[in-house]
């Protein structure tokens, strides 16, 4: 019995000890409405990047078809020196904005995830590099869609 309360206590602790260092601050950059945007040209409106040039050097992994739009893998990666963050948009979803990610200075810019896509679409990786924005797209065909519908 001992054992289960010293690890429920450390399980407690550690957990406390996070939430402590998650200040305000840490979600500074979080804009709740750019993640509710209800169509592409919103979505594109909040992250700023109405006006992205289009960009090779953005590079985006997906496959043409979809068996599955429950779970469809993305990767992402930029070539571009400088970017400090790639956000990822489903211009079909119902939501388009799926994810943005921020980089220090240094880091990789590379990112994968999986995300929903409802029917077939094209999917965006925004790039912010200074003070441009850089673009790309690849269409995706769903055949069974993951949004709801």
Same mark, same amino acid.
């Given at each position: 019995?001992?054992?289960?309360?010293?690890?429920?206590? +450390?399980?407690?602790? =550690?957990?406390?000890?996070?939430?402590?260092?998650? +200040?305000?601050?840490?979600?500074?950059?979080?804009?709740?409405? $750019?993640?509710?945007?209800?169509?592409?040209?919103? #979505?594109?409106? =909040?992250?700023?990047?109405? $006006?992205?040039?289009?960009?090779?050097?953005?590079?985006? @992994?997906?496959?043409?078809?979809?068996?599955?739009?429950?779970?469809?893998?993305?990767?992402?990666?930029?070539?571009?020196?400088?970017? +400090?963050k790639?956000?990822?948009?489903?211009?079909? $979803?119902?939501?388009?904005?799926?994810?943005?990610?921020?980089? =220090?200075?240094? #880091?990789?810019?590379?990112? @994968? $995830?999986?995300?929903?896509?409802? @029917?077939?679409?094209?999917?965006i990786?925004?790039?912010?590099?200074g003070? @441009?924005?850089?673009?790309?797209k690849?269409t995706?065909?769903?055949?069974?869609?993951?949004?709801? =519908?």
């Open positions: 019995m001992k054992r289960r309360a010293f690890i429920k206590g +450390t399980v407690v602790a =550690g957990l406390a000890s996070g939430a402590v260092s998650l +200040t305000p601050s840490a979600f500074a950059e979080w804009a709740k409405e $750019n993640f509710e945007a209800k169509d592409l040209d919103s #979505a594109l409106e =909040g992250i700023k990047a109405k $006006n992205a040039e289009q960009s090779d050097k953005v590079k985006i @992994k997906a496959p043409e078809i979809a068996e599955n739009g429950m779970v469809v893998p993305i990767t992402v990666t930029s070539e571009i020196e400088g970017t +400090t790639i956000s990822v948009v489903i211009s079909e $979803n119902p939501t388009p904005l799926v994810a943005v990610y921020t980089f =220090g200075e240094g #880091a990789v810019p590379a990112v @994968k $995830n999986r995300v929903k896509m409802g @029917k077939s679409s094209d999917v990786a925004i790039v912010n590099a003070d @441009k924005i850089y673009t790309n690849v995706v065909k769903v055949t069974k869609g993951g949004c709801g =519908g």
